[in-house]
C-alpha cells in the first residue's frame, strides 16, 4: 500500500522525528515525499524488497541524475558510485577490510584516543552538553582517525563538518534545480578535494595502516588501474558515513 506523507522528512531536521516515523508507517509501506522527491519506504521488509530487487524493479535515485552531477555525490568514482560486479567487489572489500578483528584493535589504537580527549576536555567544567560536546563530534572525528587524519585539529574538523552540511542541501534535495544549492554543494565539493587530494595522493605506495593506505593497496589488489581519483572518492564517503 502506498500513500503520501501529510508533511516532508525535512520537516524532522530539528525535531525528534520517531512520532513523524510512526505516522509515515501508518499511511503504508511505501509513502511519498513531495518535498524530497522520493518514496519512503517504512518497513524493514519492504526495504529489504527494494535492496534486494535493485535496479530491477527500482531506479536509485542517483540512476537519474545528471552525469555531470556525479562528482558532487561523492567526488569521483565512489562504491555510491558503482555498478555490477565492481560494486559487489568493492563492497566485499569494505566488508572484509573493516573486519570485527581490525576494529577491535582500532579500539585502543584509534577510537578510545578520540573518546579520551573529547572527555578530558569536558571533565573540568562539571557539566556537559553531551550532544554539542561528545555526539556531534566523536563520529566525525574517529573517521578522521582511521584515515590517518589530524582528528585533534579542530578548525580542520569543524571544516570538514561544514563542508558535508553543504554537501548535504544538495542530498536533502537530489533533483533540485536550485542553483543556490547545486553552487553550494560544488563549492564544496572542491573544497574537499583541495584539503584531501594532497594527502591522498602522499599515501599512494599503500605502506600505511590507515584507511587511505589500505584503499591504496585494496584497489590496486583488486582491479589492478586505480588511481588517486578512485582513492578518494572512497575516502570522501568514508568521511561523509562519519
Not at 6 to 23: C, F, H, I, N, V
Not at 54 to 63: E, I, S, V
Not at 132 to 140: F, V
Not at 149 to 171: H, S, T, V
Amino acid at each position: 500500500m502506498s500513500t503520501v506523507a501529510a508533511e516532508s522528512m525535512l520537516a524532522t531536521a530539528d525535531r525528534e522525528p520517531y512520532e513523524y516515523y510512526e505516522q509515515l508507517r501508518s499511511r503504508g509501506e511505501v509513502v511519498w515525499d513531495e518535498s524530497m522527491h522520493a518514496w519512503v519506504v517504512t518497513s524493514l521488509e519492504a526495504a529489504r524488497h527494494v535492496l534486494r530487487n535493485d535496479k530491477l524493479l527500482f531506479n536509485h535515485a542517483l540512476q537519474e541524475l545528471d552525469r555531470n552531477l556525479v562528482g558532487i555525490i561523492a567526488g569521483g568514482p565512489s562504491i555510491v558510485m558503482m555498478e555490477g560486479e565492481r560494486h559487489t567487489r568493492m563492497h566485499q572489500w569494505f566488508v572484509k577490510a573493516l573486519s570485527p578483528a581490525l576494529v577491535d584493535a582500532w579500539r585502543t589504537t584509534r577510537i578510545k584516543p578520540v573518546a579520551s580527549h573529547l572527555v578530558d576536555r569536558i571533565a573540568g567544567r562539571g557539566k556537559a552538553e553531551l550532544v554539542d560536546d561528545i555526539a556531534e563530534t566523536l563520529p566525525s572525528r574517529v573517521i578522521a582517525s582511521t584515515l590517518g587524519l589530524d582528528w585533534q585539529d579542530d578548525a580542520f574538523i569543524e571544516r570538514c563538518k561544514g563542508l558535508m552540511k553543504q554537501l548535504n542541501g544538495f542530498f536533502n534535495n537530489i533533483l533540485t534545480k536550485d542553483k543556490a544549492i547545486l553552487d553550494a554543494a560544488t563549492a564544496a565539493s572542491k573544497e574537499f578535494i583541495r584539503i584531501l587530494m594532497p594527502v591522498v595522493c602522499e599515501r599512494a605506495d599503500g605502506k600505511g595502516d590507515d584507511l587511505i593506505s589500505m584503499i591504496w593497496r585494496g584497489g590496486r589488489e583488486m582491479f589492478g588501474e586505480w588511481n588517486e581519483v578512485d582513492t578518494f572518492a572512497q575516502v570522501r564517503t568514508m568521511f561523509f558515513a562519519g
